[in-house]
């Protein structure tokens, strides 16, 4: 079955450190592969997605991913944090299931120290 | 450039109560979506419109009913709440009925919270 795994459910990082989050997949073929961010009190927006070509993605925000088939796994990395990125993260698959749905990881909620 | 709008924001109902959110997109797109939102459980999704016309239930369906009003409008309702229905509610919004398998971005309004009590 199609599954998202993000293992990682809180992040603390201070800000200007690296910053990544993890993101596993289970698919049968390549599949599209979403990032999005959700601001407290907001709806998600779209930092990211892949689908072939570059396996290196780079999105809003000073994001950027990594597809690794091998591993099954996008993760999503920023060089340096700045406090504005504390969010919940998700990472999501486009699947085929047969209800033209999008497969959601539980999400990584990311808190950012001064 | 408001994309898609929900309604209301917050709302407090009591058990046994009826509500309708309301949802509306700009962006001139085939397929509508409504999930909830809960701690740990990530996005689940409630029902789906692929197209005006058509509405087909999600993986949590119960207790619900969905309206396409229109191409812009996909409402969810709520004939008599539950505590297990608080909740916080999107609704998206994708360019067709493909939708993430087509690599098509889901557009997501800003939620709703909702408390049953």
């Known amino acids: 079955a199609q599954s998202v795994t993000q293992p990682d459910i809180h992040i603390t990082v201070s800000e200007g450190a690296s910053l990544e989050l993890r993101c596993n997949y289970s698919y049968g073929a390549t599949p599209y592969l979403f990032w999005y961010v959700q601001s407290p009190g907001q709806g998600l927006q779209l930092l990211l997605k892949y689908f072939s070509g570059d396996t290196l993605v780079q999105g809003i925000k000073g994001f950027e991913a990594e597809f690794k088939r091998s591993q099954s796994s996008f993760n999503l990395r920023k060089p340096s944090v700045h406090w504005s990125d504390a969010a919940e993260y998700f990472c999501a698959v486009g699947a085929t299931s047969g209800t033209y749905k999008y497969i959601f990881g539980t999400g990584t909620r990311l808190k950012v120290l001064a | 450039n408001a994309g898609v709008t929900q309604t209301p924001k917050f709302q407090v109902l009591k058990t046994g109560q009826s509500m309708t959110l309301q949802c509306a997109q700009d962006m001139n797109h085939n397929s509508m979506y409504w999930y909830r939102q809960d701690p740990g459980m990530g996005l689940r999704l409630i029902y789906y419109?692929?197209?005006?016309?058509?509405?087909d239930k999600g993986e949590v369906p119960n207790g619900y009913n969905v309206s396409r009003l229109n191409k812009r409008e996909f409402s969810l309702r709520l004939e008599s709440a539950a505590p297990s229905q608080t909740s916080v509610y999107f609704c998206a919004s994708t360019l067709d009925w493909t939708g993430g398998y087509s690599g098509n971005t889901i557009y997501f309004g800003e939620g709703s919270w909702l408390t049953v009590v």
């Open positions: 419109s692929a197209s005006e016309g058509t509405t």
